[in-house]
């Protein structure tokens, strides 16, 4: 439910405040899923799919990289305003290989108009860096 709360468009914010994009949410498949669209309309726009797995929540980030990390939370990983995701496998992907693939996104849910990515990386198994952005909620 706090993912599907999500729903509208959303303002992705720089260090100063300056929106670089926008992020849309769209609940779909009679609300059994989150499709979040990421830096829409730019050359580097990436999706991605929130949905329940049994008692887990999974999202599956659809890299501008060309891969698709899935990662799940437990429902220990879930509290109130925070979900906590983990790597849970990659497709077209090899761990050995170059190049990285997102292993982590933690939402942190401020309030009804603020969010905060946490997204973590990782490059031949080891994290190889983050970055954070900052959502508000279009009027």
């Not at 100063?16 to 609300?31: D, L, P, Y």
Request: hydrophobic share 35%; charged share 25%; net charge negative.
């Amino acid at each position: 439910d706090q993912v599907k709360a999500l729903a509208g468009t959303w303002d992705i914010l720089d260090d100063t405040g300056k929106s670089t994009g926008i992020s849309v949410f769209t609940v779909s498949s009679a609300g059994s899923s989150v499709r979040e669209v990421m830096f829409q309309g730019h050359p580097h726009e990436m999706t991605n799919m929130y949905h329940m797995d049994g008692p887990t929540i999974v999202v599956t980030h659809y890299c501008a990289a060309g891969n698709q990390p899935l990662m799940r939370a437990t429902p220990a990983d879930i509290t109130p305003g925070r979900i906590a995701f983990r790597f849970d496998r990659a497709s077209n992907f090899d761990p050995n290989g170059e190049g990285h693939v997102m292993g982590d996104l933690t939402l942190v849910f401020t309030d009804r108009d603020h969010l905060r990515q946490e997204w973590g990386s990782y490059e031949k198994g080891k994290p190889a860096g983050k970055v954070n952005f900052e959502l508000v909620r279009r009027k």
